[in-house]
């Protein structure tokens, strides 16, 4: 891979000069487009009074959608851009069309932010589209502002930005703004980049900056180096840092950067990709901040994964340099996308190595060309001219699932064209516009069934590749032209057409491949008349066959008694049922209650000097009946030591119980909400509890044939034995998915208020990323000990939103159980957090499944052993183990620090 540097190191005068333009470039924010959606077009415009950008309304770039303004109580959050939104109730897709300089490299920055515009308090989930591509899908973990970003090359002079529908909830827009850059910066091998990260390391200001200070309107997030870099400090200069004429980066930013605490030890960042196997770009920013001495040099070697990527490298004193890969970094063998950056001082070098900012983008292969624009400027000049209400937005052509309603094209290495267009009963009016003419691969031109008026137009049969055309059912006047029907009698052309007008043409309609309007709708009706009785002797006939077969079934089955009749089809023994009187002797009479829930009462109890939990079913359990039976036929054939054991079980009448081993430390909820107990778990002991859950639902999903979903995942259905063992209970909601292959099954919606999986609660559909989704908020509780809806007043605030809000800060330990006293290795901490938020972001495909989540567990836990490993070394010890533990989970909130 080759290496490049931009560097500049100017004289002063050139310096001079090169700040007066770069002060005028802020003055006229040249090239900037920056649209609030939504803002009313009487208001015109203003000027962000943080940024100072100017912004427009979005009138002028959109003709759909809906201007809407976000409550009082939000507006005053963020920045003035983001109080209006354009929302699009209507339509499968909407677009912006924006005129831009073909070539041109553009930084596209699309915002979202909800705030409960529509009082709905849904958060929707959409797609945005770039031209014939799609760009990303839009999913909101809280009603926070969500930012996507984009560095792309204009391929036109129109760049259009499209918001499509999936069925779930109204597609919305806050700001759309583009930003000129130069073409020399950002170069990948292939396809557009998409931001990941563009960290501001150092800084000594905890202050997210952007223009005025990055002229190019970049977002730089500080790295808090106090919460994510204990093994990092900080060097920063109060001199000014010679900007770079390419990639014109803040000065501001550049001044600052980090370094490791302990000058022999590498400098590494850490960051990854969780299950994006995308190719990744790097550009990493470097400039010396500290005023050398004689005898003092820095210089280092750059490792990627290990393998040397750069080196040896001696940073400038206050003149930045950019160094980036001319090919996208190698994507790495293991399933997570694991990546870290090692900076080595070299042996020569007196300093420890330095990285002032870092940005990673991942590279996205728009593949799908854009349609001809010819034919998009003809097909909009269709549109315009009549009017068209259809799904008419964006490319016309691309991505193949949006093309547009009555539109076929063809694909190719060529720009798609426009081979076909459906016209028929659109409510045309007027003559037929010449911009049809302009669509030259045009073969099939229907218009079948319009008002349309005055001559056929010569044009038409002039048209090279028309091979079908349907203009019957209109209103034209005067004859045929005789091109049309020259090739309809030669059979180059369909034609179809009324078979009279008003000049009385029809013998020129003489051809079998003129098919006349009145001929073809004498058959239709009959072959309708035919397939239509058919079809209803069909189904009559189905009907009786099954009520017949229904009769004949109900008749052979014995008639159902006074009692509900259990059937334990999975059950071969009756070696493990006991009586009531039995169940009664166990309990001493139900005399000690160690639990309660819906299914019934829990009560403690001995058999042959062994202690049981014993659950009898409550008569006014709702369908007590059919979980009893599921439970019991799951637990006697599905066996694992983080699955509760199944003792026994009675069955008498209505008097049912379930028999347990006995779990002495009780579920996991009440260790962890009750804030007075006095057993406060270590992190140690809660990632352990985790990975036991984990293991339990990892054997369900994975170990077991059928897979088992439990559907009722939740700190309560943890249970721990006297040594925290823990172990999954209650599984009379589970469910096995089909044999042959199904990834869902389509069920009534069943679990627990704020375990429960969103988007199957929407759709029905369970998978087993449905206990993922559960899971995910038990690890929420294990970290922050607080219950899965937190309650303040009349305000309810799911754990998932809390824990995203509070950590927009940067520090873990805003969340992380209290009681635990800064005990804990934080890199674990926060990878318990991310594996976390991946569990539970609202769409199943972007879950992880248990084996990951399992795997990931695991190296946390490994990490905190290091740690405790670590400290019992003693102070004469001169060299430290390095435990890595490599992030695989994606986070909203910065790549790991080590």
């Avoid at 870290?340 to 070299?346: A, G, I, Q, R, S």
């Avoid at 010449?434 to 002039?462: A, C, H, R, W, Y």
Wanted: hydrophobic content about 35%.
């Amino acid at each position: 891979m080759e290496i490049i540097f931009y560097h500049y190191l100017p004289s002063l005068f050139a310096y001079l000069l090169l700040v007066f333009a770069l002060v005028h470039a802020q003055d006229d924010q040249s090239g900037f487009i920056s649209i609030d959606c939504g803002l009313p077009k009487r208001l015109s415009g203003y000027s962000e009074p943080d940024t100072g950008i100017k912004y427009i309304s979005d009138e002028a770039f959109v003709s759909a959608g809906v201007s809407a303004s976000l409550p009082p109580d939000f507006v005053t959050r963020y920045q003035k851009e983001l109080e209006h939104v354009r929302a699009f109730p209507e339509g499968i897709r909407n677009c912006y069309t924006i005129n831009v300089t073909s070539g041109t490299r553009y930084l596209i920055r699309a915002t979202f932010y909800y705030g409960n515009y529509d009082g709905k308090n849904y958060l929707p989930e959409f797609f945005i589209h770039i031209g014939a591509n799609v760009w990303d899908s839009i999913t909101f973990f809280i009603d926070i502002p969500l930012t996507k970003e984009i560095i792309h090359v204009a391929s036109n002079e129109h760049l259009r930005v499209c918001l499509a529908s999936n069925g779930t909830g109204t597609p919305f827009i806050s700001a759309l703004e583009l930003r000129p850059l130069a073409n020399n910066t950002y170069v990948t091998q292939s396809g557009s980049l998409e931001l990941l990260t563009r960290m501001d390391l150092g800084s000594i200001t905890n202050v997210t900056y952007r223009y005025p200070d990055d002229i190019k309107d970049r977002n730089w997030r500080y790295y808090d180096v106090n919460n994510f870099g204990a093994n990092w400090t900080t060097l920063s200069t109060s001199l000014a840092v010679n900007p770079s004429l390419n990639y014109k980066l803040s000065p501001v930013v550049m001044s600052t950067a980090i370094t490791p605490t302990k000058p022999d030890e590498p400098l590494i960042y850490e960051w990854s990709t969780y299950s994006n196997k995308k190719a990744v770009y790097s550009f990493l920013h470097f400039a010396e901040v500290e005023k050398l001495k004689a005898n003092e040099y820095r210089a280092f070697d750059i490792y990627m994964n290990g393998e040397h990527y750069f080196g040896p490298y001696a940073p400038k004193y206050l003149v930045m340099d950019t160094l980036y890969g001319d090919k996208a970094l190698p994507i790495p063998s293991n399933i997570f996308g694991s990546y870290n950056f090692t900076l080595v001082k070299t042996a020569n070098s007196t300093l420890p190595p330095i990285l002032n900012a870092i940005e990673l983008y991942t590279s996205i292969d728009f593949s799908q060309l854009e349609t001809n624009e010819e034919d998009v400027e003809a097909i909009t000049m269709i549109k315009s001219t009549y009017g068209v209400k259809k799904n008419w937005g964006g490319d016309p052509c691309g991505p193949q699932k949006y093309v547009w309603t009555g539109v076929n094209c063809s694909y190719g290495s060529d720009p798609p064209r426009i081979i076909s267009l459906n016209l028929s009963s659109s409510w045309l009016s007027g003559e037929i516009t010449s911009n049809i003419s302009k669509l030259t691969m045009l073969q099939t031109l229907d218009l079948f069934n319009n008002d349309l008026v005055g001559p056929v137009p010569e044009f038409l049969s002039q048209m090279p590749n028309l091979r079908v055309l349907n203009l019957a059912k209109n209103k034209f006047t005067g004859p045929i032209p005789a091109g049309l029907i020259a090739k309809s009698k030669s059979g180059s052309l369909s034609l179809s057409i009324d078979s009279t007008d008003s000049a009385g043409n029809t013998d020129d309609c003489t051809s079998s491949t003129c098919k006349r309007k009145n001929s073809s709708n004498i058959i239709i009706p009959v072959v309708a008349s035919i397939s239509g009785l058919v079809l209803l002797l069909s189904v009559a006939a189905a009907i009786l066959f099954f009520k017949w077969r229904r009769m004949q079934v109900a008749s052979a089955k014995p008639q159902a008694t006074s009692e509900p009749e259990i059937q334990f089809g999975l059950i071969e023994s009756k070696k493990r049922q006991f009586t009531y009187s039995e169940v009664l002797n166990f309990t001493n009479n139900f005399e000690r209650i160690i639990g309660k829930g819906g299914f019934g009462t829990v009560y403690h109890g001995f058999i042959d000097n062994t202690e049981v939990a014993i659950k009898m079913l409550s008569s006014s359990s709702v369908q007590g009946y059919q979980q009893f039976q599921a439970e019991v036929n799951l637990l006697m054939t599905v066996h694992h030591r983080n699955l509760t054991s199944l003792t026994g079980y009675c069955i008498e009448g209505t008097k049912m119980a379930l028999i347990y081993e006995y779990m002495s430390n009780g579920d996991l909820d009440l260790l962890l909400i009750d804030q007075k107990n006095e057993n406060v778990l270590s992190w140690e002991t809660r990632l352990q509890i985790a990975i036991d859950s984990a293991q339990g639902l990892e054997y369900l999903h994975s170990g077991c044939k059928p897979p088992i979903v439990h559907r009722d995942i939740k700190t309560t259905n943890i249970l721990l034995t006297n040594n925290f063992q823990a172990k999954l209970a209650d599984f009379g909601l589970s469910k096995s998915f089909p044999t042959d292959g199904g990834t869902y099954v389509s069920t009534a919606i069943a679990g627990t208020p704020g375990y429960l999986d969103p988007e199957y609660s929407i759709t029905n559909r369970l998978t087993e990323k449905s206990d993922v989704y559960s899971f995910g908020v038990v690890l929420l509780q294990i970290i922050t000990s607080r219950t899965a809806i937190l309650c303040r007043g009349n305000e309810r605030t799911h754990i998932s939103t809390w824990v995203s809000s509070m950590l927009g800060n940067g520090d873990v330990r805003s969340i992380i159980d209290p009681r635990l006293e800064q005990d804990f290795e934080t890199n674990s901490v926060w990878k318990v957090v991310e594996i976390a938020l991946a569990c539970v972001s609202p769409k199943c495909s972007h879950r992880p499944n248990m084996s990951q989540v399992v795997a990931e567990l695991k190296e946390c836990l490994a990490a905190e052993f290091a740690r405790k490993n670590h400290s019992r070394m003693t102070d004469s010890t001169n060299s430290t183990e390095v435990f890595s533990s490599t992030t695989s989970l994606t986070s909203a909130f910065g790549p790991l620090a080590r």
